[in-house]
């Protein structure tokens, strides 16, 4: 006998509007992910001055991304939980107004001169992260593999929009600040709290209908119901879903360790404010920008060969940097933002294409969870490579997460240890 969530189940994997429900979810995922960046973009830039503001040190600059960072990590599993419990529609909501409730924490902390206050805020805003990065996974829940790489990588190239356009907002949010006697450099807050509230608007009336990657109980040939694993049971017990987190994490590790630096380094180096933020915006176009493109060459190309030319890249902007660390700082980190697009998309669909749509969404939260923790674990080993080796020698060290996958890479379509489906 079948209970009312299998019913469910059968009912909405079978309806004949899969398609426009598939086109109608990505245009929700791509409103809120505007939304959504537009806010983080506007005061996650700022986060690092307002840490000074409110501690009196330039030594805690750097706290504002870490904690921002560590927020993600720890939101992406407990999202992933909800989108399997509860779907998308409350995972996604649920995100959104936790971020906006931390950037409402912030302004607080400014007022009361609390740093304590101000790291729970940016913690907190770590849920937006994780809701950008959900939102991706989200995006191929009615997916087939043949559009799996392409329904996602145009929800991350939809994050171009608000990342590129939220630093924009400083000047605006400081004058709409003064209107409300908000403290200094927290109007770009106010602006998050009411972009965050429309995008959790936006995801629980927009994402009206559970896809079949809801973790629903599946039934066996026997007609058992079982329940999925979690997903760290799945990367133990499947090793395509071992090495699809993997690609992820690495790439992502990868790219922070350099990005993260480049700004001190120019700034040591007497480059100005503009060319920073320059290198630095042309490095985020290059991250968001073309992921369209990867998304539909991992569709017919199939998702190793889109890999292994997102790893030739990121070698590319690390020998850059390691031969001409002050000439090739720009081309160096459009490069390095070109590679973190093509492995993080068809990264993000080998994790899809590895397991079964009962298995996607607890291995989407781990990989998530492992992709942040990566970040911030190489975020903050590159301040002291940057000091002992320099610029050049964060290259030369980076280059070792390259070296690890791609070889891991060659040896698997050596040893024919994975099936042809998820090597084309």
């Known amino acids: 006998m079948e209970t009312p969530a299998t019913q469910q189940v059968a009912v909405e994997t079978d309806a004949p509007d899969r398609h426009g429900g598939q086109r109608r979810t990505i245009g929700v995922l791509i409103a ?58 409350v995972s996604l909501a649920a995100g959104s107004l936790t971020s906006g409730f931390g950037a409402a924490i912030a302004i607080a902390s400014a007022a009361l001169s609390s740093f304590p206050a101000l790291l729970i805020g940016l913690i907190l805003l770590g849920a937006g992260t994780a809701v950008s990065f959900q939102a991706r996974f989200a995006a191929t829940d009615l997916s087939t593999p043949k559009t799996r790489g392409r329904d996602l990588s145009i929800v991350v ?19 709409f600040g003064a209107l409300l006697h908000l403290p200094t450099l927290t109007g770009a807050f106010a602006f998050t709290v009411a972009a965050q509230l429309l995008a959790a608007l936006v995801f629980y009336a927009g ?5 079949p990657v809801e973790g629903y109980p599946a039934r066996d040939d026997s007609g058992i119901t079982t329940k999925p694993d979690s997903g760290f049971s799945i990367l133990r017990r499947i090793p395509a879903a071992r090495y699809a987190v993997t690609v992820v994490a690495l790439s992502h590790g990868t790219m922070v360790a350099l990005m993260s630096m480049t700004p001190v380094h120019l700034h040591d180096n007497g480059a100005s404010l503009a060319v920073v933020g320059m290198t630095i915006s042309l490095h985020i176009a290059g991250m968001f920008g073309l992921s369209p493109l990867f998304g539909w060459l991992s569709d017919r190309l199939g998702r190793i060969p889109v890999l292994l030319t997102g790893q030739a890249m990121l070698l590319a902007s690390l020998v ?23 492995s993080i998309v068809s990264g993000s669909a080998l994790v899809g294409d590895s397991v079964s749509a009962a298995e996607r969404g607890p291995l989407q939260g781990v990989s998530d969870l492992l992709m942040n923790l990566t970040g911030a674990t190489c975020g903050a080993l590159a301040g002291p490579v940057l ?13 070792a997460l390259v070296a690890t996958l791609t070889l891991w890479t060659l040896w698997q379509l050596l040893t024919g240890r994975r099936t042809s489906s998820q090597l084309t």
């Open 32 to 89: 809120g992910q505007i939304l959504g960046g537009l806010g983080m973009g506007a005061s996650l830039s700022l986060g690092s001055l307002l840490a000074v503001q409110v501690s009196g040190s330039t030594a805690w600059s750097g706290m504002a991304a870490t904690m921002n960072t560590l927020g993600a990590a720890a939101f992406a599993i407990p999202l992933a939980r909800a989108a399997v419990k509860r779907g998308r529609r």
């Open 207 to 211: 994402l009206r209908v559970k896809p």
């Open 320 to 342: 850059l940097a390691w031969l001409a660390p002050h000439t090739m700082v720009t081309p160096s980190l459009i490069l390095l933002g070109l590679g973190w697009s093509a």
């Open 157 to 175: 190239w939809s994050t171009t929009i608000g990342a590129v356009s939220g630093p924009n907002l400083f000047e605006p949010g400081e004058a």
């Open 387 to 399: 000091t002992t080796v320099g610029y050049s020698g964060l290259g030369t060290g980076a280059m």
